[in-house]
């Protein structure tokens, strides 16, 4: 299992170390979200922010897009140093053409599905993308509670992508923690994303380490 801290939960007075320290904890992906307080009733930051804290570390810049209209901004976190873009199937975006603009620029490209939002939505995109993103909370705000009823959307996809051979990595995110990541792996889920559950550790480095046995 693969994990992801949320960057939302940190110190943003002190970014760039926010990230270092969660690189010498040993997270494997930085996550970080991305609103537009349209898409989701939030505000975070965008692409300018992004490329300030991009030298703190060498590990993966996973970007969750929560933003009405992901195309229009691709080209800016890409030069931000974007490793992973993930954005919503809910978007106003059209899907492959959003798909083709960021492979085209070298980058990972992943869709998000809400709760609400069925499995089957993004089995016509499968064998385009890198990565399936399945929202566990409601997406907005960090600190929420898992929705352990979303797993079976996990297992649906982790068949479909395996019935398919493909190399589609699915990540889950929101409310993940000790008490659920062993769920979650069970279900097939490759990268596990964790905001409070790490950032409110008084020890983070052993909570990863932690979450990563599971
Ligand atoms: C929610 C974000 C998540 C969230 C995770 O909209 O996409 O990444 O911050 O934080 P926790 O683990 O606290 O739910
Ligand atoms: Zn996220």
């Known amino acids: 299992m693969l994990i ?6 940190c110190d943003f007075s002190r970014f760039g170390e926010e990230i270092k320290r969660m690189d010498e904890a040993g997270a494997d992906y930085m996550h970080l ?10 505000i975070t930051f965008g692409a300018p922010v992004m490329k300030y804290v991009r030298s703190f570390t060498d590990k993966v810049f996973d970007v969750h897009l929560m ?3 992901p195309l229009k901004y691709i080209d800016d976190f890409c030069d931000a140093g974007a490793d992973i873009i993930t954005f919503h199937i809910e978007s106003d975006s059209n899907p492959v053409e959003t798909i083709k603009k960021i492979k085209g620029r070298g980058v990972k490209a992943g869709l998000v599905i809400k709760p609400k939002t069925p499995a089957e939505s993004v089995f016509p995109y499968l064998d385009m993308i890198d990565m399936v993103l399945v929202m566990t909370v409601e997406p907005g705000f960090g600190g929420q509670s898992f929705m352990a009823d979303m797993l079976p959307k996990v297992e649906t996809l982790k068949a479909e992508i395996n019935k398919k051979h493909l190399d589609v990595l699915i990540e889950a995110d929101g409310g993940i923690g000790m008490n659920n990541i062993a769920e979650c792996k069970k279900a097939g889920v490759d990268v596990a994303v964790a905001g409070t559950a790490v950032f409110k550790a008084e020890n983070p480095k052993e909570t990863i380490a932690k979450l990563k046995e599971c």
Request: no cysteine; net charge negative; charged share 15%.
């Open 4 to 9: 992801a801290p949320s960057l939302l939960s």
């Open 67 to 69: 933003i009405s209209e």
């Open 33 to 42: 979200d991305v609103m537009d307080g349209h898409f989701v009733p939030n």
